[in-house]
């Protein structure tokens, strides 16, 4: 497999994808990204909490953390795996720390990485769990290497600046046996698709679903993987998969979505009522689980 790093920070040849927010260029084997990265590197381990606003905590409470099924099959998806009670686990990209306090109530040892300030104010003030901000590639974390026995990044691959170095410092962290679980928007499904042939068939000018799958926003999504791509980096990374499907969830309300694609609030009212029926008929599988075990 090629190296997805190394074909990140060194882009040739022009986009695939001229979308209204960023430019997707394809890999000559087909992986997807954006020629953006964060500056990481600039950001302060200091967590300041200051602009945590109300306006904010509305925004985790009710937007971020709004699908409580979303919380309960992450930690389903931990206990088909691993015994909770005991272990110790560790969240990155944990946001509000609605799952690590599910866990912690579970009777895990918690531990959350989060770049946001105001959101790891919240979690830390709202559920009373160490929550530390600094990237997992960071050189601080060194000294906790080998020392967990539960590992996620629920939604979180797809805004990371290099998915390889992130899963392999993600890794690192597990004890032998231990699990690392990612869940991601997946490329090889309708929304990815629908995107490429709407582009195609309007020349470029009716993107669709691409423009809310990609963005270069800061911690936008830079990259959308296919289930292929995420068991041979897994596989790189150091890990045997150990589970690799495809399920339906939507992150955000469905009228997120609906605001980015028609851009009218009155078009997202007269539509709200036929997607909500739309999805309970038709449950389309636009994301992946990955498991991966510690060998």
Same mark, same amino acid.
């Given at each position: 497999?090629?190296?997805?790093?190394?074909?990140?920070?060194?882009?040739?040849?022009?986009?695939?994808?001229?979308?209204?927010?960023?430019?997707?260029?394809?890999?000559?084997?087909?992986?997807?990204?954006?020629?953006?990265?964060?500056?990481?590197?600039?950001?302060?381990?200091?967590?300041?909490?200051?602009?945590?606003?109300?306006?904010?905590?509305?925004?985790?409470?009710?937007?971020?953390?709004?699908?409580? /099924?979303?919380?309960?099959?992450?930690?389903?998806?931990?206990?088909?795996?691993?015994?909770?009670?005991?272990?110790?686990?560790?969240?990155?990209?944990?946001?509000?720390?609605?799952?690590?306090?599910?866990?912690?109530?579970?009777?895990?040892?918690?531990?959350?990485?989060?770049?946001?300030?105001?959101?790891?104010?919240?979690?830390?003030?709202?559920?009373?769990? /160490?929550?530390?901000?600094?990237?997992?590639?960071? /050189?601080?974390?060194?000294?906790?290497?080998?020392?967990?026995?539960?590992?996620?990044?629920?939604?979180?691959?797809?805004?990371?600046?290099?998915?390889?170095?992130?899963?392999?410092?993600?890794?690192?962290?597990?004890?032998?046996?231990?699990?690392?679980?990612?869940?991601?928007?997946?490329?090889?499904?309708?929304?990815?698709?629908?995107?490429?042939?709407?582009?195609?068939?309007?020349?470029?000018?009716? @993107?669709?679903?691409?423009?809310?799958?990609?963005?270069?926003?800061?911690?936008?999504?830079?990259?959308?993987?296919?289930?292929?791509?995420?068991?041979?980096?897994?596989?790189?990374?150091?890990?045997?998969?150990? /589970?690799?499907?495809?399920?339906?969830?939507?992150?955000?309300?469905?009228?997120?979505?609906?605001?980015?694609?028609?851009?009218?609030?009155?078009?997202?009212?007269?539509?709200? @009522?036929?997607?909500?029926?739309?999805?309970?008929?038709?449950?389309?599988?636009?994301?992946?689980?990955?498991?991966?075990?510690?060998?």
């Amino acid at each position: 497999m090629e190296n997805i790093d190394s074909i990140k920070q060194y882009p040739t040849g022009s986009p695939r994808y001229k979308l209204s927010g960023t430019n997707v260029f394809v890999s000559p084997n087909g992986f997807h990204f954006i020629d953006y990265l964060d500056p990481v590197e600039e950001i302060s381990p200091i967590i300041d909490g200051s602009a945590l606003t109300a306006e904010e905590i509305a925004y985790i409470e009710k937007s971020l953390q709004s699908n409580p /099924e979303r919380i309960e099959h992450q930690v389903d998806a931990v206990k088909r795996h691993k015994e909770i009670p005991g272990k110790k686990v560790l969240d990155i990209g944990c946001g509000g720390g609605l799952f690590l306090s599910k866990m912690k109530d579970a009777g895990a040892d918690v531990l959350g990485i989060e770049l946001s300030d105001t959101r790891a104010y919240y979690a830390k003030a709202k559920h009373g769990f /160490e929550v530390i901000k600094r990237t997992i590639e960071d /050189e601080y974390w060194k000294a906790s290497h080998k020392t967990f026995d539960v590992v996620t990044l629920w939604d979180v691959i797809e805004h990371v600046n290099f998915p390889l170095a992130t899963l392999k410092s993600a890794a690192e962290m597990l004890k032998n046996g231990g699990i690392l679980l990612i869940d991601t928007p997946c490329r090889d499904a309708f929304y990815h698709r629908f995107g490429e042939f709407t582009y195609w068939l309007s020349r470029g000018k009716y @993107p669709t679903f691409l423009n809310t799958m990609y963005s270069a926003k800061p911690f936008g999504h830079k990259q959308i993987f296919s289930l292929a791509e995420m068991k041979s980096t897994l596989e790189e990374a150091g890990l045997e998969v150990v /589970e690799l499907r495809r399920f339906h969830e939507l992150s955000f309300p469905y009228s997120f979505y609906l605001k980015k694609l028609v851009r009218s609030d009155l078009l997202v009212n007269i539509l709200l @009522p036929f997607v909500h029926i739309f999805f309970m008929i038709f449950p389309i599988r636009n994301k992946m689980l990955a498991v991966g075990r510690k060998k």
